[in-house]
């Protein structure tokens, strides 16, 4: 323990946190590093279409992808993800003044082992480090805009690079705003407790205020820029997660009361993994609640503790510390709309890959376990032991997680092999006995995610979240794309609606036509895998996956 409680010069300390960065990665995500694993919309892996990016508000994307191409390589993006991860990490332990080599080795921890860069890159592997740059502009944001300068001329060059920044985090996806501003708020609670420091409540507000300024530039510089693309391009907006839909004052108060309540969920309700027992996951469970709830705790308790342990010094009258006291607690009570702001951008629509600004929580709290200033060592070293061990537990569950997560995607992806291959090959007999010329024009009738036979892996189901779901196709377009990316079965894949319309996968998304094949034609077609479920109609192969209306 001496060890880890030995301060280190700034240099060594990046190394370090470098160093930690990729031991936690590999050992979290390595599997996922060097396994393909595409399922979902990481299907679409050579597809790639920028109006979709553009249309949702995410128009740095494109011009990432000239840079890296589009497609989904998880060797490569792991690599710069890694990278991205590890200049967070160097960077939010400049920002907190970090020397301790246990918090950097924690800070790193948390911010790899978290279930939000597990659930994206179970699943979303090729904007993996789409998110994670995301992540990193955000963080460069928050440094900027805290870093003092002497120089007035300097800090205005810091606010608009920061306000730029903004933007471009925005651009590439607009959830990592919430790092930005949890960063911004907890360094003034930070700021708020020395009382020893020389600036006084009033320095500090506008100190506030300035930070939040370049924050707010840079919001409207998105919305601008992304305007005038959709402009220039003609490509029209897209209510997605809420993101371009206008809302009431009773939406706006719903999108509230959904913002605190995800984030007491995120803390509630961790990512589990399978103990093997009913007993086991609760117990497991219990345990990583109860360590939260320990994070927690030590952040609420900081500014009084703090206070009691600063009181004797006398710096300031009473009054003056009990109104920075008040002040340090209702930034508390903001922190939490701070770090899920995204989910009141979305109206209180928000899924698991929008929440990385509540795993920062466990980094402030390390902050203030390293901010602690007390004569009596021993409790200082007693809470730095409760919090290695609390930490300690949530990133170990969450490298547990990771790890039987990736192993659930491995075996659907045998196991869907298998299926679709089964399918692709009644399919190739259905065209030869037809005398069909490949490729094979195909009508998918009916959702693979509703048929049994896509069924769930034993054992597996209690691994969940955004994106993981019984199978890798789920929905319609995805089984096209796992018949000609994963299978290279080179045929054109047709959608049949319950209006007898039909959409050919790849195609513009609008671009629906009347079908040659009526839902009443196939009402008496089984439903895939049996025999009769493949059949040749009017000049096309039709599958039936299912009896209910194909989900697009």
Same mark, same amino acid.
């Given at each position: 323990?001496?060890?880890?409680?030995?301060?280190?010069?700034?240099?060594?300390?990046?190394?370090?946190?470098?160093?930690?960065?990729?031991?936690?990665?590999?050992?979290?995500?390595?599997?996922?590093?060097?396994?393909?694993?595409?399922?979902?919309?990481?299907?679409?892996?050579?597809?790639?279409?920028?109006?979709?990016?553009?249309?949702?508000?995410?128009?740095?994307?494109?011009?990432?992808?000239?840079?890296?191409?589009?497609?989904?390589?998880?060797?490569?993006?792991?690599?710069?993800?890694?990278?991205?991860?590890?200049?967070?990490?160097?960077?939010?332990?400049?920002?907190?003044?970090?020397?301790?080599?246990?918090?950097?080795?924690?800070?790193?921890?948390?911010?790899?082992?978290?279930?939000?860069?597990?659930?994206?890159?179970?699943?979303?592997?090729?904007?993996?480090?789409?998110?994670?740059?995301?992540?990193?502009?955000?963080?460069?944001?928050?440094?900027?805009?805290?870093?003092?300068?002497?120089?007035?001329?300097?800090?205005?060059?810091?606010?608009?690079?920061?306000?730029?920044?903004?933007?471009?985090?925005?651009?590439?996806?607009?959830?990592?705003?919430?790092?930005?501003?949890?960063?911004?708020?907890?360094?003034?609670?930070?700021?708020?407790?020395?009382?020893?420091?020389?600036?006084?409540?009033?320095?500090?507000?506008?100190?506030?205020?300035?930070?939040?300024?370049?924050?707010?530039?840079?919001?409207?510089?998105?919305?601008?820029?992304?305007?005038?693309?959709?402009?220039?391009?003609?490509?029209?907006?897209?209510?997605?997660?809420?993101?371009?839909?206008?809302?009431?004052?009773?939406?706006?108060?719903?999108?509230?009361?959904?913002?605190?309540?995800?984030?007491?969920?995120?803390?509630?309700?961790?990512?589990?993994?399978?103990?093997?027992?009913?007993?086991?996951?609760?117990?497991?469970?219990?345990?990583?609640?109860?360590?939260?709830?320990?994070?927690?705790?030590?952040?609420?308790?900081?500014?009084?503790?703090?206070?009691?342990?600063?009181?004797?010094?006398?710096?300031?009258?009473?009054?003056?510390?009990?109104?920075?006291?008040?002040?340090?607690?209702?930034?508390?009570?903001?922190?939490?709309?701070?770090?899920?702001?995204?989910?009141?951008?979305?109206?209180?629509?928000?899924?698991?890959?929008?929440?990385?600004?509540?795993?920062?929580?466990?980094? /402030?709290? $390390?902050? +203030?376990?390293? #901010?602690?200033?007390?004569?009596?060592?021993?409790?200082? &070293? %007693?809470? *730095?032991?409760? @919090?290695?061990?609390?930490?300690?537990?949530?990133?170990?569950?969450?490298?547990?997680?990771?790890?039987?997560?990736?192993?659930?995607?491995?075996?659907?992806?045998?196991?869907?092999?298998?299926?679709?291959?089964?399918?692709?090959?009644?399919?190739?007999?259905?065209?030869?006995?037809?005398?069909?010329?490949?490729? /094979?024009? $195909?009508? +998918?009738?009916? #959702?693979?995610?509703?048929?049994?036979?896509?069924?769930? &892996? %034993?054992? *597996?189901?209690? @691994?969940?979240?955004?994106?993981?779901?019984?199978?890798?196709?789920?929905?319609?377009?995805?089984?096209?794309?796992?018949?000609?990316?994963?299978?290279?079965?080179?045929?054109?894949?047709?959608?049949?609606?319950?209006?007898?319309?039909?959409?050919?996968?790849?195609?513009?998304?609008?671009?629906?036509?009347?079908?040659?094949?009526?839902?009443?034609?196939?009402?008496?077609?089984?439903?895939?895998?049996?025999?009769?479920?493949?059949?040749?109609?009017?000049?096309?192969?039709?599958?039936?996956?299912?009896?209910?209306?194909?989900?697009?």
């Amino acid at each position: 323990m001496n060890v880890l409680n030995k301060n280190l010069p700034q240099p060594k300390l990046n190394i370090v946190s470098i160093l930690s960065t990729l031991s936690f990665f590999l050992l979290a995500h390595g599997y996922r590093f060097s396994n393909l694993l595409f399922s979902h919309d990481s299907l679409n892996v050579c597809e790639y279409k920028p109006e979709w990016e553009l249309g949702i508000g995410r128009f740095m994307q494109p011009v990432l992808y000239v840079i890296r191409g589009v497609l989904g390589a998880p060797w490569l993006f792991s690599v710069i993800s890694i990278l991205w991860l590890s200049l967070s990490a160097v960077f939010i332990i400049k920002i907190f003044n970090i020397y301790s080599l246990w918090a950097v080795i924690a800070i790193s921890g948390i911010i790899v082992c978290n279930n939000v860069i597990t659930l994206s890159n179970a699943t979303y592997i090729q904007w993996m480090d789409v998110y994670t740059l995301a992540l990193f502009t955000a963080v460069l944001a928050a440094w900027l805009l805290l870093k003092a300068e002497d120089n007035k001329l300097i800090q205005i060059k810091n606010y608009i690079l920061a306000a730029v920044l903004v933007a471009i985090s925005m651009g590439l996806y607009q959830a990592y705003i919430g790092v930005t501003l949890g960063i911004i708020v907890f360094a003034y609670i930070l700021k708020l407790g020395n009382i020893e420091s020389k600036n006084s409540i009033k320095s500090l507000f506008i100190g506030i205020i300035k930070s939040c300024i370049p924050i707010l530039i840079g919001g409207i510089l998105y919305l601008v820029l992304w305007k005038t693309i959709l402009a220039l391009s003609g490509i029209n907006s897209q209510n997605y997660f809420g993101m371009d839909e206008s809302s009431s004052a009773k939406g706006y108060v719903y999108a509230l009361y959904r913002t605190y309540k995800n984030v007491a969920i995120f803390f509630r309700r961790p990512s589990l993994y399978n103990t093997g027992s009913i007993i086991g996951t609760r117990i497991i469970e219990f345990v990583i609640v109860i360590a939260n709830i320990i994070v927690l705790a030590i952040l609420g308790i900081y500014p009084i503790a703090n206070y009691v342990l600063s009181k004797k010094k006398q710096i300031n009258s009473k009054s003056v510390d009990i109104i920075r006291l008040s002040i340090q607690y209702l930034l508390f009570a903001i922190l939490p709309f701070a770090v899920n702001f995204a989910c009141f951008m979305t109206k209180g629509d928000e899924h698991d890959l929008m929440r990385y600004g509540m795993v920062m929580i466990y980094v /402030y709290a $390390i902050v +203030i376990i390293c #901010n602690i200033k007390t004569d009596k060592e021993k409790w200082t &070293i %007693k809470l *730095t032991n409760i @919090l290695l061990v609390c930490l300690s537990i949530v990133i170990w569950s969450n490298i547990v997680f990771s790890n039987q997560l990736y192993l659930k995607k491995s075996l659907q992806e045998e196991a869907t092999n298998y299926k679709i291959g089964r399918l692709v090959e009644m399919i190739e007999k259905t065209a030869e006995s037809a005398n069909l010329e490949s490729p /094979y024009k $195909i009508i +998918i009738v009916g #959702n693979a995610s509703d048929n049994d036979y896509f069924n769930d &892996i %034993k054992d *597996t189901e209690m @691994l969940g979240g955004t994106g993981i779901y019984d199978s890798p196709i789920t929905y319609g377009r995805t089984i096209g794309f796992y018949m000609n990316y994963m299978l290279g079965a080179n045929m054109d894949v047709y959608l049949l609606d319950k209006n007898d319309n039909c959409y050919l996968v790849g195609d513009d998304e609008t671009n629906w036509n009347l079908s040659p094949i009526s839902n009443q034609e196939l009402e008496d077609v089984p439903v895939f895998p049996r025999e009769e479920s493949v059949v040749y109609l009017e000049n096309y192969i039709v599958v039936k996956m299912s009896d209910t209306d194909m989900v697009y």
